[in-house]
């Protein structure tokens, strides 16, 4: 499910030595927690760290950017937001009501800087219930190539490494994501595959999700069921001839929910994923928010297909981490 490149070797060690330690418990042939690392010298993952990914479908790295850089790209997003109109656009993003599969304002935003309200944030005059920098849900899907601020973030030598280390042979990154999770009415998200929505043939979606808050069950965490993604891809999205989006099930066996494990984050972590690996986050009801920032790559070696939703313009190539 992983691009693997002729000749892709080892990368050297080179991690600080508080990276060697447990990368995960299992209990009766199952993992019992999500592996954690510090994050390794350069991004270069240790062979431990690969193993553990591969065996998880999931990895956290703690520290893997620091907090000032988390709190620029929170700042350039809040002014990004500032000048954005919510009597203009009411676009909606919910993965319980899907109003976006027929919606042109999400639908052809894969090349543009968006934004997305919770299904919440209206009361039942259709007014903002909260400001609207505390009412949306997510901003996307081209910020790594429309804004410089967003475009530092996301292409560093350490995240390069990174891809290099996972087997990407031409990396690219196709969406950018900042997620607002905002106190009180911050929307649940159902367990999904990446893959689902970012398909290549072969599979190749990896997620790079940043902690730029601290990230906890009480604000909606991450969640995952660890080794799941060795599993079936369950579903395919995808657009119709008439533009719109729909999604085909493709198996209709249930995941173990119960195994599901919190990736519980501070700011500055980097939580990588495999595309089929399941995960979901809970409604946010706490008081505070949980921003985050997610990239998604896949490799320019495996066939992007022409209905997947996210398409890009001719004019705005894909680019990967340097």
Same mark, same amino acid.
């Given at each position: 499910?992983?691009?693997?490149? %002729?000749?892709?070797?080892?990368?050297?060690?080179?991690?600080?030595?508080? $990276?060697?330690?447990?990368?995960?418990?299992? /209990?009766?042939?199952?993992?019992?927690?999500?592996?954690?690392?510090?994050?390794?010298?350069?991004?270069?993952?240790?062979?431990?760290?690969?193993?553990?990914?591969?065996?998880?479908?999931?990895?956290?790295?703690?520290?893997?950017?620091?907090?000032?850089?988390?709190?620029? !790209?929170?700042?350039?997003? #809040? #002014?990004?937001?500032?000048?954005?109109?919510?009597? #203009? &656009?009411?676009? /909606?993003?919910?993965?319980?009501?899907?109003?976006?599969?027929?919606?042109?304002?999400?639908?052809?935003?894969?090349?543009?800087?968006?934004?997305? !309200?919770?299904?919440?944030?209206?009361?039942?005059?259709?007014?903002?219930?909260?400001?609207?920098?505390?009412?949306? $849900?997510?901003?996307?899907?081209?910020?790594?190539?429309?804004?410089? &601020?967003?475009?530092?973030?996301?292409?560093?030598?350490?995240?390069?490494?990174?891809?290099?280390?996972?087997?990407?042979?031409?990396?690219?990154?196709? %969406?950018?994501?900042?997620?607002?999770?905002?106190? @009180?009415?911050?929307?649940?998200?159902?367990?999904? %595959?990446?893959?689902?929505? =970012?398909?290549?043939?072969? #599979?190749?979606? /990896?997620?790079?999700?940043?902690?730029?808050?601290?990230?906890?069950?009480? $604000?909606?965490?991450? %969640?995952? =069921?660890?080794?799941?993604?060795?599993?079936?891809?369950?579903?395919?999205?995808?657009? @119709?001839?008439?533009?719109? !989006?729909?999604?085909? =099930?493709?198996?209709?066996?249930?995941?173990?929910?119960?195994?599901?494990?919190?990736?519980?984050?501070?700011?500055?972590?980097?939580? /990588?994923?495999?595309?089929?690996?399941?995960?979901?986050?809970?409604? $946010?009801?706490?008081?505070?928010?949980?921003?985050?920032?997610? !990239?998604?790559? =896949?490799?320019?070696?495996?066939?992007?297909?022409?209905?997947?939703?996210?398409?890009?313009?001719?004019?705005?190539?894909?680019?990967?981490?340097?």
């Amino acid at each position: 499910m992983l691009p693997s490149c %002729q000749g892709h070797g080892p990368v050297g060690r080179g991690a600080a030595p508080d $990276n060697e330690e447990k990368d995960m418990t299992h /209990v009766a042939g199952r993992i019992a927690e999500l592996p954690q690392f510090a994050a390794p010298a350069g991004g270069r993952l240790t062979d431990e760290m690969r193993a553990a990914f591969d065996a998880a479908g999931v990895i956290i790295l703690r520290d893997f950017c620091s907090v000032r850089k988390c709190a620029e !790209l929170k700042a350039r997003a #809040e #002014e990004l937001v500032e000048a954005f109109d919510p009597t #203009e &656009v009411r676009s /909606v993003f919910s993965t319980t009501t899907q109003n976006q599969l027929d919606d042109r304002y999400f639908i052809d935003s894969g090349d543009k800087i968006r934004f997305f !309200l919770e299904d919440d944030a209206f009361d039942e005059r259709g007014e903002l219930r909260q400001p609207k920098h505390l009412s949306l $849900n997510k901003m996307g899907h081209a910020m790594h190539d429309l804004d410089p &601020v967003f475009d530092r973030f996301s292409r560093t030598p350490e995240l390069a490494a990174l891809a290099r280390r996972l087997g990407f042979c031409k990396p690219a990154i196709i %969406q950018s994501m900042y997620i607002f999770k905002p106190p @009180r009415i911050g929307g649940e998200v159902v367990s999904h %595959q990446d893959s689902t929505y =970012i398909y290549t043939e072969p #599979e190749s979606c /990896v997620g790079f999700w940043f902690a730029l808050e601290d990230a906890t069950l009480e $604000n909606g965490c991450m %969640q995952f =069921i660890p080794g799941a993604h060795k599993g079936p891809l369950k579903a395919r999205n995808y657009r @119709r001839p008439d533009g719109t !989006l729909t999604t085909d =099930i493709l198996d209709a066996g249930e995941w173990p929910e119960e195994q599901r494990l919190p990736a519980e984050a501070k700011a500055g972590t980097l939580v /990588v994923f495999n595309g089929r690996a399941p995960h979901m986050s809970a409604a $946010n009801r706490s008081s505070v928010s949980r921003h985050a920032y997610t !990239l998604h790559a =896949i490799d320019r070696t495996s066939h992007y297909p022409a209905e997947n939703w996210l398409q890009r313009s001719p004019d705005l190539p894909l680019r990967g981490f340097e």
